[in-house]
């Protein structure tokens, strides 16, 4: 339509044993996977996803290798090509962001002779707001609230959580495409355009 576009996307988290033929009996987590597209002069979509256990409790490991939301960045925007990663709290770089929890993160980079970056911001409402980020210089941006013993170097830190039957977790992710850098970009602008939206009256 005029202002966006809607799609959604159901999934089953199933166990080792039941991806071949995944039943009721074998599936873990049901996924509801909300995007939506806003028409905006810069590519601005959203992600709400909601997980629901099923019939047993789900234990959601601490792993670094998760994530909830993700990008990889075209080859030339690597940070050993001239790229650029950086969080709402001004880190820059792999060793300034990675694992750090940060309301959103940026990855800016050349690509054909220009400036670009896309942002991923992290919904205030979110599981585990603010989320950590998995983001390292060889391209990948992503999401992960699930890995802190990792983050932090202390095992005793596991981030485990328990998802109890019937019941849902949930996080919402902006992604925003933009020229220049986060700063050029106004990502930071932009996060509060999202995490306080203006509310619409019909009068």
């Known amino acids: 339509g005029p202002a966006l576009g809607r799609l959604v996307a159901k999934g089953d988290w199933v166990g080792p044993e039941g991806w071949a033929c995944p039943t009721r009996a074998n599936k873990l987590l049901e996924e509801t996977a909300e995007w939506t597209f806003y028409n905006t002069p810069t590519l601005t979509f959203d992600l709400r ?3 629901r256990a099923m019939d047993m409790d789900v234990l959601c490991a601490d792993t670094k290798e998760g ?33 750090k929890p940060a309301h959103w993160c940026d990855y800016s980079g050349p690509v054909n002779g220009r400036i670009v970056g896309v942002a991923i911001m992290d919904a205030p409402d979110s599981f585990r707001h603010p989320t950590r980020w998995h983001v390292r210089d060889y391209g990948l941006m992503t999401a992960n609230p699930f890995g802190l ?55």
């Open 67 to 99: 994530g909830l939301a993700s990008v990889r960045v075209e080859e030339s925007m690597e940070v050993r090509k001239g790229g650029r990663i950086e969080n709402a709290y001004g880190g820059v770089g792999e060793k300034e962001t990675w694992g």
């Open 49 to 51: 996803l909601t997980l």
């Open 149 to 203: 013993s990792h983050y932090t170097g202390d095992i005793r830190q596991r981030s485990y959580h328990v998802l109890p039957a019937g019941e849902e977790l949930k996080a919402s992710y902006r992604f925003y495409v933009h020229a220049g850098d986060a700063t050029e970009g106004r990502v930071r602008e932009k996060y509060h355009d999202f995490a306080n939206p203006p509310i619409a009256q019909m009068t």
